[in-house]
């Protein structure tokens, strides 16, 4: 027996030298099992992670005997369930199954009520919810003239990193919403929603360690979700799955501005459009070809300035290293997504044809369900692009259009002339589109109204506040600007994501239920502070365009009048 324990350890030294992964696993276990022992006589002592930013020490405990505390430790050897801490809110580098995520985004709500709220946008074919927590200074109203942006993780079961990374922004803005100027002012003027899991039942199905291969990838019908929604250049006949349709129904209801979904398998942001008019049949998802031509938006260039805003605060992404020899590498770290490989039926491509949103791929991992020890690396690498990023909802041009008496007028159309894609305004006459600096011509088409063209300037520093009032027409407009449909879409607006409430902007106040705002806030970050600086547009008063005094005069018809840094244009 003594022969056989000796012969086997062995095997085990020959096998740590020859695998230092299974070397690695061995350790982290035998450290996991110190750290029970330690526990079980109740000394005290546990593993600590040094913490990448203010959000506090992060522990990984066992289970200590009699005292309700459970391992984050994949490797733990008691096989205990492990469980989010709201004592001390703190969230461990590990994988977290659909019930310790419940958990975890529930007892945040709990502890943070001022700042998230929790819904489920449906179910998966299998019946686990599609869970979106919503990280503002206004979480459960929408904040008039301040825009909604999204994330999205794991719309791929086996590709987890993004998941935990959702999961760890959340608790990075919640835990610096008091300390960090820059967070506070991203969460005082954004509502950000983020669903970590849009696959639950593919992650169930995947295995942690597997860099490559299919399994889980699908939802538990076998569709690969990514490949499920409408398509720009072709018809899409795969079958709609629940997780679609929920996607599709979320995105009716709330107008997002600016959007990020999160895989794996490569480092790289791609980009609109996924697919051409002269794609062929959807190719594999294993086995890709690099020669394909690119497959360009009216807004390539916001696109290719929001990839690289991601990449070049990623920690390796912006170098353009190739994650396999075979595999390409990317100038930047980002690409234009049928360049890449085209494929019919992709989110992003829904988001902006359909909405107007600006979504962006982002493949944060060369392997697809990396070990949990590496998460850390991962997150410090994406945790600056991640709020980065976000902050871009606030580039460009935004305001309200309003009839001559100040009502908002809902569903608006407006184009941004050269760029044929269309954007709607939402039912308090709000609009957003993200730009780079120069100079646009924006036209405006409502049904009863007479349409106009407003001509507008876009600076670096902040956005511009763009207000255009609609005459009505004696006859109905014919709609100009085409966006597709979908006969799945619910138009119903939901009552609990989109309310306003009464609050102080400054000496006004909004108005509920008329619609009309007397005078609102909107906050831009202060480059010299990290803060934020205020400024208040009027909406009421007829199309107004504030742009800063530059050098010489601004010519343009109107009357002009000088308020601090800034020509207000009145027409």
């Given at each position: 027996?003594?022969?056989?324990?000796?012969?086997?350890a062995?095997?085990?030294?020959?096998?740590?030298v020859?695998n230092?992964?299974?070397?690695a696993?061995?350790?982290?276990a035998?450290r996991?099992?110190?750290?029970?022992q330690q526990?079980?006589?109740?000394?005290?002592?546990?593993?600590?992670f040094?913490?990448?930013?203010?959000?506090?020490?992060?522990?990984?405990?066992?289970?200590?005997?009699?005292?309700?505390?459970?391992?984050?430790d994949n490797?733990?050897?008691?096989h205990?369930?492990?469980?989010?801490?709201?004592d001390?809110?703190?969230?461990?580098?590990?994988?977290?199954?659909?019930?310790?995520?419940?958990r975890?985004l529930?007892?945040?709500?709990?502890r943070?009520?001022?700042?998230?709220?929790?819904?489920?946008?449906?179910?998966?074919?299998q019946?686990?919810?599609l869970?979106?927590l919503?990280?503002?200074?206004s979480p459960?109203?929408?904040?008039?003239?301040?825009?909604?942006?999204?994330?999205?993780?794991?719309?791929?079961?086996?590709?987890?990193v993004g998941r935990?990374?959702?999961?760890h922004?959340?608790?990075?803005?919640?835990s610096?919403?008091g300390?960090?100027p820059?967070?506070?002012w991203l969460l005082?003027n954004?509502?950000?929603?983020?669903?970590p899991?849009l696959?639950?039942?593919?992650?169930?199905?995947?295995?942690?360690?597997?860099?490559?291969?299919?399994?889980?990838r699908?939802?538990?019908?076998?569709f690969?979700l990514?490949?499920?929604?409408?398509?720009?250049?072709k018809?899409?006949?795969k079958?709609s799955?629940?997780?679609?349709?929920a996607?599709?129904?979320?995105i009716?209801?709330?107008?997002f501005?600016?959007?990020g979904?999160?895989?794996?398998?490569?480092?790289?942001?791609s980009?609109?459009?996924?697919?051409?008019?002269?794609?062929r049949?959807?190719?594999?998802?294993v086995?890709?070809?690099?020669?394909s031509?690119?497959?360009l938006t009216?807004?390539?260039d916001?696109f290719?300035?929001l990839?690289?805003?991601?990449?070049n605060?990623?920690?390796k992404?912006?170098?353009?290293?190739a994650?396999k020899?075979?595999?390409p590498s990317?100038e930047?770290?980002?690409t234009?997504?049928?360049a890449w490989?085209p494929l019919?039926?992709?989110m992003?491509?829904?988001?902006?044809?359909w909405?107007?949103?600006?979504?962006?791929?982002?493949e944060?991992?060369?392997?697809?369900?990396?070990?949990?020890?590496e998460l850390?690396?991962?997150?410090?690498?994406?945790?600056?692009?991640?709020?980065?990023f976000l902050?871009?909802?606030?580039?460009?041009?935004?305001g309200?259009?309003?009839?001559?008496?100040?009502?908002?007028?809902e569903?608006?159309q407006?184009?941004?002339?050269?760029?044929d894609?269309?954007?709607?305004?939402?039912?308090y006459?709000?609009f957003?589109r993200?730009l780079?600096?120069?100079?646009?011509?924006?036209e405006?088409y409502?049904?009863?109204?007479?349409?106009?063209?407003?001509?507008?300037?876009?600076?670096?520093?902040?956005p511009?506040?763009l207000n255009v009032?609609?005459?009505?027409?004696?006859r109905?407009?014919?709609?100009i600007v085409?966006?597709?449909?979908?006969?799945?879409?619910?138009?119903?607006?939901?009552s609990?994501?989109d309310?306003?409430?009464t609050?102080?902007?400054?000496?006004g106040?909004?108005a509920v239920?008329?619609?009309?705002?007397?005078?609102?806030?909107?906050h831009?970050?202060d480059?010299?502070?990290g803060?934020?600086?205020?400024?208040?547009?009027?909406?009421?008063q007829?199309?107004?365009?504030?742009?800063?005094?530059?050098?010489g005069?601004?010519?343009r018809?109107?009357?002009?009048?000088?308020?601090g840094?800034r020509?207000?244009?009145t027409?």
């Amino acid at each position: 027996m003594q022969l056989r324990i000796r012969f086997g350890a062995l095997l085990s030294l020959l096998w740590c030298v020859v695998n230092p992964t299974f070397a690695a696993t061995q350790l982290h276990a035998a450290r996991s099992a110190s750290v029970a022992q330690q526990a079980a006589k109740g000394d005290g002592e546990v593993r600590a992670f040094e913490p990448s930013s203010n959000v506090g020490q992060i522990f990984s405990l066992d289970r200590a005997a009699g005292g309700g505390l459970y391992a984050f430790d994949n490797f733990s050897i008691t096989h205990e369930p492990r469980a989010y801490r709201p004592d001390i809110g703190a969230l461990d580098f590990v994988y977290h199954n659909q019930e310790e995520m419940t958990r975890y985004l529930r007892e945040t709500v709990a502890r943070y009520p001022n700042l998230t709220a929790l819904y489920s946008i449906g179910k998966s074919a299998q019946g686990r919810d599609l869970w979106v927590l919503v990280v503002s200074a206004s979480p459960y109203e929408h904040m008039l003239g301040k825009p909604d942006v999204k994330y999205i993780g794991n719309i791929h079961g086996n590709e987890a990193v993004g998941r935990e990374l959702l999961l760890h922004l959340i608790q990075y803005l919640v835990s610096s919403y008091g300390s960090d100027p820059y967070i506070k002012w991203l969460l005082d003027n954004t509502r950000i929603h983020i669903l970590p899991s849009l696959n639950p039942d593919g992650y169930a199905a995947s295995k942690e360690g597997t860099c490559d291969g299919g399994q889980g990838r699908y939802n538990s019908r076998g569709f690969d979700l990514n490949r499920n929604f409408p398509d720009y250049f072709k018809q899409n006949n795969k079958r709609s799955q629940p997780e679609t349709e929920a996607v599709k129904d979320w995105i009716s209801k709330i107008q997002f501005v600016l959007s990020g979904s999160l895989h794996g398998g490569a480092l790289v942001v791609s980009y609109p459009y996924d697919n051409t008019p002269n794609a062929r049949l959807p190719l594999s998802s294993v086995f890709h070809s690099y020669t394909s031509q690119p497959s360009l938006t009216p807004d390539d260039d916001v696109f290719k300035h929001l990839s690289l805003t991601y990449a070049n605060n990623h920690g390796k992404m912006s170098r353009g290293v190739a994650c396999k020899t075979a595999s390409p590498s990317f100038e930047n770290g980002i690409t234009n997504g049928a360049a890449w490989y085209p494929l019919t039926g992709g989110m992003q491509d829904f988001n902006y044809v359909w909405h107007g949103c600006m979504e962006v791929t982002l493949e944060v991992s060369c392997c697809k369900f990396p070990p949990a020890y590496e998460l850390r690396k991962y997150w410090d690498d994406n945790q600056l692009s991640l709020i980065k990023f976000l902050a871009e909802a606030h580039r460009g041009v935004q305001g309200f259009v309003v009839d001559p008496t100040g009502n908002p007028i809902e569903r608006a159309q407006l184009k941004i002339k050269g760029r044929d894609i269309g954007f709607t305004t939402t039912k308090y006459g709000e609009f957003w589109r993200v730009l780079l600096p120069g100079v646009y011509k924006l036209e405006v088409y409502a049904d009863g109204y007479v349409p106009k063209d407003v001509d507008f300037m876009v600076v670096e520093q902040h956005p511009t506040l763009l207000n255009v009032t609609l005459q009505p027409s004696k006859r109905t407009t014919p709609n100009i600007v085409q966006q597709p449909s979908s006969s799945s879409f619910n138009t119903q607006q939901s009552s609990m994501l989109d309310t306003v409430a009464t609050h102080s902007a400054g000496t006004g106040s909004l108005a509920v239920g008329g619609g009309q705002a007397d005078r609102i806030t909107v906050h831009f970050p202060d480059p010299a502070t990290g803060g934020a600086s205020m400024r208040q547009p009027q909406p009421q008063q007829p199309a107004i365009l504030a742009l800063p005094v530059a050098n010489g005069d601004v010519a343009r018809q109107g009357t002009a009048t000088t308020n601090g840094d800034r020509i207000i244009f009145t027409e």
